[in-house]
């Protein structure tokens, strides 16, 4: 396409502003708008900032805790803790997630075993936590009641999560900061394999809301895609909707476009 300047009479007419007269023209059968042109060019200049090597080091640790969790998943028992599980729409509706009304100890099999495949890669990859990483392997492993409790703190909020996991750091030597991070991470290996199981319960239903209808955990990024397409064949659209992914258990679920999900 012709650029601006071009001298081309059946485009831009020869007009003023195709060299820098009023914002908006109109010749012909186009409408040229100076404002948009400058800043699309000005935007060719910008440049993004290289990365800091600490935004590189964290970058690439939790790159390598990511495909340790996905490897872990071969690790789990055979059959899923939860086989069946009674869909409420009034619930749901409500806005109570899939796995609320679930008791956290059906995870404890599962939960243990994705601890003792996880833990040592952790250790690997966080040095200077790892004893106490190693020590809360050994409580969890060793009495079924600290898998427990990691379990029912990782299913409540606020200060009785707080409690529980004091609780934890109790029973071995480890704080409760590096309890609940190491436990979440091991739930989000339990969790990745159940969501796909539990996803088309709940994939014709509206869920509008910020937090993810199967785990309730808030999303770690948010992606434009396609629209699904319209039963008419008449209505074409080429926008795309919003969808969010969750952190916990990587569910997607559409969402509105314009407004924040916090």
């Not at 080091?57 to 059959?79: E, K």
């Not at 806005?95 to 952790?122: I, K, Q, S, W, Y």
């Not at 040095?127 to 809360?136: C, D, S």
Request: proline share 9%; charged share 20%.
């Amino acid at each position: 396409a012709p650029s601006p300047g071009d001298d081309n009479p059946g485009i831009y007419g020869g007009h003023p502003a195709a060299a820098g007269g009023p914002a908006h023209t109109e010749s012909g059968f186009m409408r040229f708008d100076h404002r948009k042109y400058k800043i699309q060019e000005e935007a060719k200049l910008l440049v993004p900032p290289p990365r800091s090597d600490a935004v590189t080091a964290i970058a690439t640790v939790f790159a390598a805790l990511a495909d340790r969790r996905a490897a872990c998943l071969a690790a789990l028992p055979q059959t899923p803790p939860i086989a069946e599980l009674d869909f409420d729409p009034a619930l749901f509706e409500a806005g109570t997630p899939l796995l609320a009304t679930v008791d956290p100890a059906d995870f404890r099999e599962d939960f243990t075993a994705a601890a003792g495949c996880l833990t040592p890669g952790m250790i690997e990859l966080f040095p200077a936590i790892a004893g106490e990483l190693a020590a809360l392997l050994d409580a969890i492993s060793g009495n079924p009641a600290t898998a427990d409790d990691c379990l029912a703190a990782l299913w409540t909020e606020g200060g009785e999560a707080d409690a529980l996991w004091e609780k934890v750091a109790a029973s071995g030597a480890v704080s409760a900061a590096v309890a609940a991070f190491a436990a979440g991470e091991a739930m989000k290996v339990c969790l990745t394999r159940m969501a796909p199981l539990l996803a088309p319960q709940v994939q014709k239903e509206s869920w509008f809301r910020g937090y993810c209808p199967i785990c309730g955990a808030y999303p770690d990024a948010g992606c434009l895609l396609p629209k699904e397409p319209e039963e008419s064949e008449y209505l074409l659209s080429k926008s795309r909707q919003v969808h969010l992914h969750c952190a916990r258990c990587g569910h997607v679920w559409r969402y509105e476009r314009l407004k924040c999900p916090a």
